[in-house]
Nanobody, 124 residues
């Protein structure tokens, strides 16, 4: 069983950058896809990015493609989300998630372990 703890959220001006980190505990981290999702107030949880178990495959939501980069370090059991050129519409609680298998895709249903979330606020 994997347990996840996110960090790195905060308040930033539009055009700025933040780096989110997710630390995982448990013995299966390197066997699982990892992903970031986000949820704005009164909206559904949306897919942001995912990375396969060995880090060979990544997938991004169209809204963040070219601005966000997901990466993982299986030796350290961490997955990061580098967010550049932030926009006010990126404001949300960001969640780290561990997949059921080596690749998870966009669907939240493919992920069975979630962190507590970290708030990202982008001011205009």
């Amino acid at each position: 069983q994997v347990q996840l703890v996110e960090s790195g959220g905060g308040l930033v001006q539009a055009g700025g950058s933040l780096r989110l980190s997710c630390a995982a505990s448990g013995t299966t981290f390197s066997s699982n896809a990892m992903a970031w999702f986000r949820q704005a107030p009164e909206k559904e949880r949306d897919f942001v990015a995912t990375i396969s178990a060995r880090g060979l495959t990544t997938l991004y939501a169209d809204s963040v493609k070219g601005r966000f980069t997901i990466s993982r370090d299986n030796a350290k059991n961490t997955v990061d989300l580098q967010m550049n050129s932030l926009k006010p519409e990126d404001t949300a609680v960001y969640y780290c998630a561990a997949g059921r298998t080596y690749y998870g895709g966009r669907s939240p249903g493919n992920y069975d372990t979630w962190g507590q979330g970290t708030q990202v606020t982008v001011s205009s």
